[in-house]
């Protein structure tokens, strides 16, 4: 008599984890789904050009911040709902990102003018003069829809969140570059730019409307400068976004625009692997904080092993399917990308380690050790750029997929044994699941 009800429990457990799988999806979809629609419709040079110019604005968006975002993601954990202490904490946190963009703003805007009339400008990046500027603004403004994201996060409103941070920019790009047919990576900026603009604007209307629709006094000032813990956040973000993305700025010194499109394809489409891992660590994470706030190390132990069962089971089977079907998810951008099948399993297998590994990066950071995380990344860091050095003149495209592969396997073997040595666990340890003690 008890099975029937324990179903629909479990449906209300699962629903959580259902919303932000469904919206994450839709995350990496619309993202892939901007670089397939760009790649169909310019010319291998152009495309590379364009995606070029998206790994930089990967890279700068989301540090303009300073950190703040991860900082208030992290305090806002503490609530369980939208109360009136919330609401205040979120609006001490809008002064904390106010500071942080203005520091960016003026470092941002003040290269991009630089970089423009040429004092940046060579023969190997030439085709990015005249789009800094516009790259400054672009990453400045969606760095709101970044902010407000990290507010939602906090609050468990996860799919909200993925839609500001992952989906709104490039789902946006893709209708204008529909509607309007661009023909050259100038243009296509152009639309990028535009859905940059527009989603700061509904971000804003989004945070006075869902955490902040009545005028709440704030209790106290949260910060009255940017604290520490922001900056520690800034620079693990910083030496993450390095690790992942250097070799592919690296690459446009090394390789012409045409093999820059190859292996930047290949590492996106890659990349839908992981977003499994992204799903589980942005369900979990405020769970991960709410066990630790409470000193609650066993809770803490079984939900990274429930995570942990979630990755490895469905990781597998996606990481099979991506090296079975590779060439034909290359050709699908266009048959001349038919031969970076090879760029894309090298990818693939980097963040099936990455998955399988568990959510090790959000649960130090959760844990308030986010320092010992960022020392880790650094370390990736310098080994994804030194191999990208070393490797891409010599392999070319597949030197630089190999660069970023080695270091994300590198970064993972040692937070797993940092998880281990601070919190006393392994992040799967299969004794726990037959219910026999583990060391």
């Known amino acids: 008599m008890t099975r029937p009800k324990k179903i629909p429990q479990l449906i209300r457990k699962l629903l959580p984890l259902l919303r932000t799988v469904v919206s994450r999806g839709l995350g990496a979809v619309s993202q892939l789904l901007l670089a397939w629609v760009v790649a169909r419709g310019l010319t291998k040079d152009e495309t590379g050009e364009f995606l070029f110019y998206l790994t930089c604005f990967t890279i700068l968006s989301p540090l303009t911040l300073l950190g703040t975002f991860q900082y208030a993601m992290r305090e806002l954990s503490r609530f369980e709902s939208i109360t009136d202490e919330a609401r205040s904490v979120a609006t001490d946190l809008v002064t904390l990102h106010s500071r942080a963009l203005l520091i960016a703003t003026t470092v941002l805007l003040s290269i991009g003018w630089l970089v423009d009339r040429g004092l940046g400008d060579s023969a190997t990046y030439g085709f990015f003069a005249g789009n800094a500027l516009r790259l400054a603004i672009g990453s400045l403004t969606a760095a709101i829809a970044v902010a407000v994201s990290g507010h939602l996060h906090g609050l468990r409103r996860l799919a909200s969140s993925i839609f500001f941070s992952h989906i709104g920019v490039p789902a946006i790009t893709v209708g204008l570059v529909l509607v309007f047919r661009p023909s050259t990576a100038d243009q296509v900026i152009s639309c990028h730019l535009v859905a940059c603009l527009v ?16 005028r709440v006094p704030p209790l106290s000032p949260l910060v009255r400068k940017i604290p520490r813990e922001s900056f520690d956040f800034w620079s693990l973000n ?7 993305w250097s070799p592919l700025v690296i690459a446009g010194y090394f390789l012409a625009t045409a093999e820059i499109a190859e292996v930047n394809l290949a590492q996106r489409a890659g990349n839908l692997i992981n977003f499994l891992l992204i799903v589980v660590s942005f369900t979990f994470a405020p769970t991960f904080r709410f066990h630790h706030s409470q000193g ?20 597998s089977i996606l990481f099979a399917a991506v090296i079975v079907g590779a060439p034909l998810i290359m050709s699908s951008f266009g048959n001349h990308y038919r031969g970076s099948a090879t760029i894309l399993c090298i990818y693939a297998l980097g963040q099936y380690f990455n998955v399988i590994t568990g959510s090790v990066n959000q649960l130090l950071t959760m844990c308030d050790h986010e320092r010992v ?31 970023t592969s080695m270091a994300l396997i590198f970064q993972n073997v040692l937070a797993v044994m940092a998880v281990r040595r601070l919190l006393g666990f392994w992040v799967f340890d299969i004794r726990t699941q037959f219910g026999t003690s583990a060391a």
Do not use: E, F, K
Not at 199 to 214: G, H
Not at 238 to 244: P, R, W
Not at 296 to 315: E, F, K
């Open 296 to 315: 609650d190390m066993a809770g803490l132990r079984h939900t990274v092993n429930q995570c942990s069962r979630y990755l490895i089971g469905l990781g």
């Open 199 to 214: 989603m700061a604007m509904l971000a804003v209307a989004s945070w006075c409307w869902i955490i902040a629709p009545n």
């Open 238 to 244: 910083a030496c993450q976004l390095v690790m992942n």
């Open 373 to 403: 995380l960022r020392n880790i990344c650094w370390g990736s860091a310098t080994c994804s750029s030194c191999l990208a050095l070393s490797l891409t003149p010599w392999l070319g495209p597949v030197g630089v997929a190999l660069a």
